[in-house]
């Protein structure tokens, strides 16, 4: 067991767990789309982002793919995680702007349009 610190709280958790299962079990707000605890996480939509303070690499990362470590000290509304998270969801309105999911998810972060265009680039026969 090891204590590790989400937003200046304090947490028991499994060596062996990430962040994400922690505060999803804690109740804490952090946006995914491609976690599934079943499946090895990898970290592909980046929207677990959370930013490291101590007991780890600072900066920012994807929290399904940080081990928890005794002293661990995570922020997961921060300044600049807030701002990735407003980017990555104006990208995915402009790739799947019927995605029910990511609507809500740029409803919350109050992206209410996509500065970037769709291009097709499926390949049209040789």
């Known amino acids: 067991m090891v204590v590790i610190s989400i937003n200046e709280k304090k947490y028991k958790a499994q060596e062996g767990e990430n962040v994400l299962k922690v505060a999803i079990r804690e109740g804490i707000d952090i946006p ?3 976690y599934q605890e079943t499946l090895s996480p990898y970290g592909a939509c980046r929207l677990c982002m959370v930013e490291v303070i ?3 690499k600072p900066g ?4 399904c793919t940080l081990p928890v470590a005794e002293g661990l000290t995570v ?3 921060s300044v600049e995680v807030v701002q990735v998270r407003k980017v990555l969801l104006e990208l995915y309105l402009s790739e799947a702007p019927g995605s ?3 609507r809500e998810l740029a409803k919350k972060y109050g992206v209410d349009r996509s500065r970037f265009t769709h291009i097709d680039v499926t390949a049209k026969g040789d």
Do not use: R
Request: with cysteine; charged share 20%; glycine share 12%.
């Open 60 to 63: 920012l990362t994807t929290s």
């Open 100 to 102: 029910q999911k990511i």
């Open 54 to 56: 101590s007991g780890g």
């Open 75 to 77: 922020e997961t509304e």
């Open 32 to 34: 995914y789309l491609c």
